[in-house]
């Protein structure tokens, strides 16, 4: 659902991007609440995997195409203001290096792919967490009706902002039948992708997903015939106290998600250098709707046309596998390092002490010394 140049005039475009602007500020402020020393690493990755799988366009109808927008996921797992952050990085990325979503736009996709579907996906999601068990399979289930929700509510954002800015003169009703009836179908791909990314991280790191931190029941263990909690390690941990004198060994330390992060590195490399390239090459529900309805009339150049990664191909490049898969590749590697540089950059203004983590000193605290 990437917003071309040329579909909405320049003053709701603009609009668009103060409303873009202004949720980012937000995110970054509520980002340093959300990002700790397991998640920050892992937001950066969630980019990059959003990236990788945004290439894979699966067939939904007749001609039509849809990808994972993938603002329920982030939100899910990282939280809503890393989930909006993470999605403005992918967004960045695509329109200034792979010319996929318009620059004067960029406002219009933040709003409509990072803001409503963060938004409707996160709330919806912990309304389904309150009301069903606190399993994992009820996560998975609630985390699949939220992501598949989203897809049709920014496909109704996106048709309100052409109801008031559209630069072609269409019945607003006749574009809002066609966004939201086809952006239903690619929503149950996006629950389907959702679900499945966040019951695999449940199933072996629930501490990992920020959408379910005090929702899961404790796990049980078995022991001589009955059911006790299991020790702590397993659980979501917290941070470590300050051992004293006489204190015993405490608590297990925060474990390491250096092995979710390296095998979904893996997948996202794989997936945007590989799998890529069986993707459905059929427009997207947008660009479907948009050649239907006669929206795509005013259509203008990308002003990153002339980039050597334009298309999502390498320039000079003919063999069109190794092209796409290497353009791919180069996506998912400068997304995770840019975003994992990002969230570590405001974790460390949470902190204010990069080097320990500590609380940052104040002038009475100098006196005091």
Not at 42 to 60: D, E, R, S, T, Y
Not at 208 to 234: F, I, N
């Given at each position: ?61 007749a001609g039509t195409s849809g990808h994972l927008l ?247 490049i003919a063999n069109a596998r190794i092209s796409g ?45």
């Amino acid at each position: 659902m990437h917003v071309p140049d040329g579909f909405i005039d320049a003053p709701v475009s603009v609009a668009a991007g103060v409303v873009a602007a202004g949720a980012v500020a937000v995110s970054l402020r509520g980002a340093r609440r959300e990002l700790d020393e397991r998640i920050a690493p892992l937001a950066g990755l969630v980019a990059a995997f959003i990236f990788a799988v945004q290439m894979l366009n699966f067939p939904v109808a007749a001609g039509t195409s849809g990808h994972l927008l993938g603002g329920a996921l982030a939100a899910i797992l990282v939280g809503p203001y890393t989930g909006v952050l993470c999605i403005a990085v992918v967004l960045l990325m695509q329109g200034v290096f792979f010319a996929d979503g318009g620059l004067t736009a960029l406002g219009v996709n933040i709003t409509v792919m990072g803001v409503v579907t963060v938004v409707v996906a996160y709330g919806l999601f912990r309304l389904l967490s309150r009301v069903l068990p606190r399993t994992r399979g009820a996560a998975t289930a609630s985390a699949f009706v939220a992501a598949l929700v989203s897809v049709p509510a920014a496909a109704a954002a996106f048709t309100l902002l052409y109801g008031i800015g559209g630069t072609t003169d269409i019945p607003i009703g006749k574009v809002l039948t066609a966004m939201v009836g086809v952006h239903v179908l690619i929503g149950i791909g996006e629950g389907v992708i959702t679900a499945l990314t966040v019951g695999a991280v449940l199933a072996v790191r629930p501490d990992l997903v920020h959408g379910v931190r005090g929702r899961t029941a404790p796990l049980k263990l078995r022991v001589d015939g009955e059911l006790v909690d299991a020790p702590a390690a397993t659980r979501d941990p917290g941070p470590d106290p300050v051992p004293g004198p006489d204190s015993g060994p405490g608590p297990e330390p925060v474990r390491s998600a250096r092995g979710v992060w390296a095998t979904g590195l893996v997948a996202a490399l794989v997936l945007a250098g590989f799998v890529s390239f069986y993707a459905s090459a059929n427009p997207d529900g947008l660009e479907k709707v948009a050649a239907d309805q006669g929206i795509d009339e005013k259509t203008e150049e990308h002003g990153a046309a002339g980039s050597p990664l334009a298309d999502y191909g390498v320039a000079d490049i003919a063999n069109a596998r190794i092209s796409g898969g290497l353009a791919g590749v180069i996506g998912v590697s400068a997304t995770v390092v840019v975003g994992t540089g990002i969230f570590w950059t405001v974790r460390r203004r949470r902190t204010g002490d990069p080097g320990t983590g500590g609380p940052r000193t104040g002038p009475r605290d100098h006196e005091n010394a």
